[in-house]
């Protein structure tokens, strides 16, 4: 049977569903917490609490950190390390790469003709009172964040150059600023996720009503959604941006304007999936995972 190890966080809901797919499928268990990996680049080999990860028939990276910061990107190095050395990576670790880091990932996706909220970067106070005016209200980003944690809402007036300078003076040197876009038709916006590219289902996040954002976190709720044929098109485009992707979620938005895309994700969840449209993704992604080392 195969042995395949899961990076993630021991006792997270996620990472749990995907070791106990793996483990009905294989027999086999084990959680990778990449705090207590060592990496040996004499002989190529990593370790984890006595094993030996270049012996397992692959990695699936269900989550890198309990949070997203530049020392994540250390822990991907030691992926990609292994991943050039022979060992099975899911996904990508080039790709997981591109996508921990807002700023990068927004790039590869401007840069593919991808429609985004207007969105602009300045290590600059002044600059950035200058974009907030012209956009009337925006959304500050971290560039390490998940779940909007983190995020801060900046209006245009006599308080914003205050609460800018507050902002990056919370660690926000890098100011990502995005204009605050409205919803069309509700005050919701979609996770539309694929396995090995390949359209996978959608659901939205349906906002509370109480604050600005949809995220569960702050009240919202995992609702089913049918998108169009264009939206579906649209995030595909943007995760085939990034090859090598098992397994994610594109957040898209849907404007006046048309839809957008807010970012394509590293990782992927499976609770949105699960809860709204009943489809067990820790369970497709462990299938396509054996198919794939076969």
């Not at 970067?121 to 009337?136: K, L, N, Q, S, Y």
């Not at 996978?200 to 959604?225: C, I, K, M």
């Not at 992604?285 to 198919?291: P, S």
Request: proline share 5%; with cysteine; net charge negative.
């Amino acid at each position: 049977m195969k042995k395949i190890g899961v990076v993630g966080i021991p006792g997270g809901w996620s990472t749990m569903r995907l070791l106990d797919a793996l483990e009905t499928r294989t027999g086999y268990r084990l959680c990778i917490d990449m705090a207590e990996v060592r990496l040996d680049l004499e002989t190529g080999k990593a370790f984890y609490q006595g094993t030996d990860l270049t012996s397992l028939d692959a990695l699936i990276v269900k989550k890198i950190a309990p949070s997203y910061t530049p020392d994540a990107l250390d822990r991907m190095e030691i992926l990609r390390f292994l991943h050039t050395g022979g060992l099975p990576v899911f996904s990508d670790p080039d790709s997981m790469f591109r996508l921990i880091d807002r700023l990068s990932g927004t790039a590869v996706l401007r840069r593919g003709g991808i429609p985004m909220p207007p969105t602009e970067i300045t290590e600059d106070i002044e600059e950035a009172a200058a974009v907030v005016a012209r956009f009337g209200r925006a959304v500050f980003k971290p560039l390490y964040s998940s779940k909007a944690r983190g995020m801060t809402v900046i209006e245009d007036g006599p308080e914003a150059h205050e609460e800018i300078a507050d902002y990056k003076a919370a660690g926000n040197r890098v100011m990502y600023i995005q204009q605050m876009v409205s919803h069309a038709g509700g005050h919701h916006d979609l996770g539309v996720s694929f396995l090995g590219g390949q359209y996978l289902a959608t659901y939205a996040r349906q906002g509370s009503g109480n604050s600005w954002d949809t995220t569960t976190r702050t009240g919202g709720r995992y609702v089913p959604h049918s998108p169009s044929t264009d939206i579906i098109d649209l995030a595909h485009k943007a995760q085939s941006l990034f090859p090598g992707m098992a397994f994610t979620c594109v957040d898209v938005v849907e404007t006046p304007a048309g839809a957008a895309i807010y970012e394509v994700s590293a990782f992927g969840g499976f609770r949105g999936l699960l809860d709204a449209c009943g489809l067990d993704a820790a369970a497709a992604y462990a299938d396509y995972v054996l198919e794939q080392i076969r």
